[in-house]
């Protein structure tokens, strides 16, 4: 006589791929400001309620640990780790208080705008498909951005910068789009190696700057562009690589270097 005996199947079931949102920890020293991510994804909102006066809040489900009201603000370190990471800073009250991003990994995006900043912004990033949105702002000290490497998106509109605007996105195929703004100081930008956009629009440059596509096939459209004219003067580099370069109602004094054909 035979006998069948039947297998049972056990399915087993799979690690999540939900990532969780995390905890951002709140800690202030006298005019200093930091905010400590974990490794999960961090989701904060900073709104600048007076000169050097904050609230924070945690988006999408990021929870706040500390106080969420800080005041005689000076400095600010976003240090928000590991994970993809956002950050909005508004401000309907001018800020008068410096904004540090420092270098963290992962796929970060910061939105900076709609009020005014008398502080410096400095946002220091490492690898990751970073984005950056520079908005309706009016920035009166010093912006420097550095992506670090990884396809990036740096843009600015409808915005003024009073004092020097610097831009270093690093490797990586970057797209950098900037339009309606008015640049006061100089603005220095460097979209370093791999394949680079960069789209100019509708601004207005009122001393010399310099755009670096650095190596790669890269790509420059400007249109409705306004620069001084004389001397010293601005200039524009395609660098190593097949570069096209296309203008479009471009004024004042721009040199062009190395752009095919």
């Not at 609230?55 to 005689?72: D, W």
């Not at 910061?110 to 009016?138: A, C, K, M, P, R």
């Not at 370069?245 to 095919?260: C, E, I, K, M, P």
Request: hydrophobic fraction near 35%; glycine fraction near 12%; aromatic fraction near 6%.
């Amino acid at each position: 006589m035979s006998l069948y005996r039947g297998v049972g199947l056990v399915v087993e079931s799979l690690e999540s791929r939900c990532q969780p949102a995390g905890t951002v920890t709140v800690l202030q020293s006298g005019g200093i400001v930091r905010l400590l991510g974990d490794a999960a994804n961090n989701d904060v909102a900073l709104t600048a309620t007076g000169s050097n006066t904050l609230t924070i809040a945690g988006l999408s489900g990021t929870s706040i640990s500390g106080p969420t009201t800080v005041m005689g603000v000076n400095r600010v370190y976003l240090e928000l780790g590991a994970g993809a990471d956002s950050t909005s800073i508004t401000a309907p009250s001018s800020f008068s208080g410096q904004i540090i991003a420092r270098a963290s990994p992962g796929d970060d995006s910061f939105n900076i705008g709609n009020g005014q900043y008398d502080g410096s912004i400095v946002v220091l990033e490492q690898h990751g498909n970073d984005s950056l949105v520079l908005t309706s702002g009016v920035f009166t000290e010093p912006v420097i951005i550095r992506t670090g490497s990884g396809n990036d998106n740096v843009s600015s509109s409808a915005s003024t910068f009073w004092r020097r605007f610097e831009l270093s996105t690093s490797r990586g195929s970057d797209n950098v789009n900037l339009s309606t703004t008015n640049f006061a100081d100089r603005a220095v930008l460097h979209t370093d190696d791999d394949n680079d956009v960069l789209t100019l629009t509708n601004l207005v440059f009122s001393t010399h700057s310099r755009f670096d596509l650095g190596t790669g096939h890269d790509q420059a459209v400007l249109n409705n562009v306004t620069f001084p004219a004389g001397k010293p003067q601005s200039v524009i580099i395609g660098g190593l690589g097949v570069d096209t370069l296309s203008q479009t109602a471009v004024a004042g004094s721009l040199v062009v270097r190395d752009f095919f054909p």
